[in-house]
């Protein structure tokens, strides 16, 4: 790795500890957190899946149930990266839980672990707040909490296991927040049940589709609805997917959207003039730093994308300790660094620029 190069890690996760959560949240919900758990299960394929040897050889990666705070930052030293910031593991579920009440007793205990257990640790380590996102003002509240108390870079929301789609006004005074603290959010995959795929039965199969589908929603229910017009200085990442299912959205969306223009007589939706040119709109959204996608450093399609849609959307994400360890994220890297089809500011906005930007590390 170049010295002058340096790396962020845009996309990390922790392993909750369920009982140290526990200990963050209020009677009675501290004690039935540490009897069932702080979350529901992701879907049926995560809690009953037998995968080829996947947990034995995780297992022997040190990286199930065995990464901490301490782990983290040897991995950061190993990689040569320079900050890392985390999501959840189990609480990739957190839209799941109905229950207003314990919901925003769930949430608030994880961020206060997250920030006792990891930012205090190093501040290296950055963190993604949860909301309450069935209790909208407890997610007001709960965002401004996160941002200005415990110091975290914004909030995480689920691409799958909210009430509606992410463009609905329902969700408006969480993105009006977002946008008067200056902080961003950020959609993640990881929960996919009830998204037509329950059926299929290889995990392998069930895990391809369901990060993208996820995303594609998410970023196409937000740009229709005029989310990005509606709140200026809103900025959103959508994670853990790749890249091919971003190019499949915008030209599903381009093309759609030239056909059936849809019909807004209260403005409300995205303000792209009839037959006008919805690609460039979104190119826009790229440009003006309002639109951001993780990519890992191994994808075959990163070049071509980059090429199409220039680097700046683009986050560099480890995602350790999921199924990575440090040699894997170091080649990972190296494979940016080595590509003859990007440019050194290509390299350099992908590994650590287009983070910094996003989630404002200054």
Partial sequence: MSASMR?????????????????FMPAPYDRYARLTGVFPPLDHFHTAFIDNGFIEEMMER??????????????LEETGIEFAVLYPTAGLACGKITDAYFANAAVRGY?????????????????????????MDGAVKEFRRVVKDLGMCG???????LKTHPGASDYWPLYAEADKLGACVAFHGGCHDQMGIDDLNVFAAYHALGHPLGMMRALVSMVYNGIFDRFP???????????????????????????????????????????????????????????????????????????????????FS??????????????????????SELT???????????????????
């Fill in 233 to 315: 200085g809103l900025r959103v990442a959508y994670l853990e997917a790749g890249v091919a299912w971003f190019l499949t959205a915008l030209e599903r969306g381009e093309g759609s959207f030239k056909v059936h223009t849809p019909f807004d007589p209260e403005h409300r939706l995205v303000n792209v003039p009839k037959n006008g040119d919805f690609r460039a709109y979104v190119r826009k959204l790229i440009r003006d730093g309002r639109i951001f996608v993780g990519v890992e450093g191994d994808e075959p399609d990163l070049a071509h994308a980059v090429k199409t849609l220039g680097h700046e959307p683009f986050i």
């Fill in 155 to 161: 909030v995480m929301l689920p691409s799958n296991g």
């Fill in 7 to 23: 790396v962020i890690d845009g996309d990390g996760h922790v392993y909750e500890d369920a009982a140290a959560i526990a200990g």
């Fill in 344 to 362: 050194e500011t290509d390299k350099q906005g992908i590994l650590a620029g287009n983070s910094r930007r996003f989630y404002n590390l200054n």
């Fill in 62 to 75: 040190a990286t199930v149930r065995r990464v901490g705070p301490a782990e983290w930052v040897n991995f």
């Fill in 111 to 135: 961020n206060d672990w997250l920030h006792d257990a990891y930012l205090r640790k190093s501040s290296r380590l950055k963190g993604m707040g949860l909301l309450p996102i069935r209790d």
């Fill in 318 to 339: 480890s995602d350790f300790p999921h199924e990575v360890d440090a040699q894997l994220c170091k080649h990972e890297i190296d494979e940016v660094m080595e590509s």
